[in-house]
């Protein structure tokens, strides 16, 4: 029997998508796993995203109890999500036509991101429906560490306010985030729920790292430091390039750095200009010679190389949570992050791994010393990683707690609201 239907909203990230390119990253892992995980639990779920290109279909039947609908607005080319602001009354009334021509009816609207938490927020007010959202990173905290490069349009702070006042639960990944929420946007810290994003411990599984290097093609030689993830100046992959470049100075064997990620399969520095920006200080540093670039991978495919890895590093300038370190410890591999938002809180700082500053090579090469020297040491912190992981960062245990909230806005289907439920801020063309 169904519990009830829920429309996930989530403008720029569809789980059709492939991961790693500049826009697809853990917001579509989040409504993959937790659609997924919410329908084992007896909700229909109905993603409403944007149509990724004209020969996508209507719908798609994603899984058992979920399906993508995707929803022509803007352009018919790739879009970057910023450039999407604009487009978002006709994606909120998009919806509302399928919603009709489909008599559908829904218990919940879940806004992912501040654009589709205005969609949200509107469609909430509109239908008389409980609207439980969650940001995945907010402008205020982006703006503080991005500075001039944040590329966010001028309306999302006050966009952010207005989905803060007006959504019935707001989720936070973590308690710096849910502490943001409450000291930056005024948010009621009844309405603020953390529940934290988690890892697929099925796919993310550690193997025997002789066999994962067999199959990528590493000598088992070779200590091996791996970074995951999207190729972007925050995320700061040359600061483990600075740091290796401290490290190979003061020691000696065979230590290579593995990048993967880019917007190609294959290794291409124009397609992804970051990467020729590390190339290029890697050069300079005289250490080009000890990496290895392997392209975009699949979420299939990780697990090979997280599990080759002698340690995983993950050092961005901010990170509002954060899933590669978590699918680093899923594969039974420590990490050494950067002590920073949800990183802080997924690292057991000296039991799963260490936290270091970000921006700060120094530090970080000091960590990688003291981990690489100590074989033994990586072995148990790996081992309680992939322990912590499955206790406390499983998406079954995130879909539950998820579907606990939406039980809870349920029972109280009259959305009694104490505050003017007015959104003051609009795209304008």
């Known amino acids: 029997m169904s519990r009830g239907r829920v429309a996930f909203i989530s403008e720029h990230a569809s789980p059709v998508a492939l991961l790693g390119s500049q826009d697809a990253g853990g917001q579509n892992v989040y409504v993959d796993e937790v659609s997924r995980n919410l329908a084992d639990l007896g909700w229909d779920v109905d993603i409403f995203t944007r149509r990724p290109s004209p020969t996508d279909p209507d719908e798609v039947d994603w899984a058992p109890g ?27 009334d998009r919806i509302r036509e399928w919603v009709n021509e489909n008599n559908r009816r829904y218990d919940v609207i879940h806004g992912n991101f501040w654009m589709s938490g205005w969609v949200a927020a509107d469609l909430g007010l509109q239908l008389g429906v409980p609207v439980v959202q969650i940001f995945h990173a907010t402008g205020l905290t982006k703006r503080r560490h991005q500075g001039d490069d944040d590329t966010s349009p001028p309306d999302r702070i006050d966009v ?69 993830g999207r190729m972007l100046p925050r995320k700061d992959p040359r600061n483990i390039v600075r740091a290796l470049a401290r490290l190979v100075d003061e020691r000696d064997g065979d230590v290579q750095l593995m990048l993967v990620g880019g917007e190609t399969r294959e290794p291409d520095l124009s397609a992804t200009p970051e990467l020729g920006e590390i190339v290029a200080l890697a050069e300079r540093l005289g250490v080009a010679d000890r ?24 050092t961005p300038w901010y990170e509002p949570f954060g899933l590669t370190p978590l699918e680093a410890m899923a594969c039974g591999t420590p990490v050494i992050g950067a002590d920073v938002g949800g990183i802080s809180y997924t690292i057991a700082d000296g039991a799963t791994g260490l936290l270091v500053p970000s921006r700060d090579p120094f530090a970080l ?30 998406w079954r245990r995130v879909a539950e707690r998820t579907a606990c909230l939406y039980d809870e806005l349920c029972r109280d289907r009259s959305r009694a609201q104490s505050f003017d439920p007015l959104i003051t801020h609009s795209p304008t063309r």
């Not at 993310?204 to 030689?221: T, V």
């Not at 690489?372 to 912590?388: C, F, I, N």
């Open 291 to 314: 990496l290895i670039l392997t392209g975009k991978r699949q979420p299939d495919e990780l697990h090979l190389y997280y599990s080759a890895a002698d340690v995983a590093v993950t």
């Open 365 to 394: 090469a000091d960590a990688l010393k003291y981990m690489l020297s100590q074989p033994e040491l990586r072995t148990q912190m790996g081992s309680a990683a992939r322990e912590r992981v499955e206790q406390h960062f499983t």
């Open 66 to 92: 979920v399906r993508v609908v995707n929803l022509d607005f803007g352009p018919r080319a790739p879009m970057l999500k910023d450039d999407m602001w604009p487009f978002m009354p006709v994606f909120r």
């Open 160 to 228: 952010e306010l207005d989905v803060v006042r007006i959504a019935d639960r707001i989720i936070a990944q973590c308690p710096a985030e849910a502490s943001e929420l409450i000291q930056d946007y005024g948010a009621r810290p009844t309405r603020v729920t953390v529940i934290p994003s988690a890892v697929n411990i099925e796919r993310f599984r550690p193997i025997d790292q002789r066999e994962a290097r067999r199959q990528i093609g590493i000598p088992d030689d070779t200590l091996l430091i791996a970074y995951v």
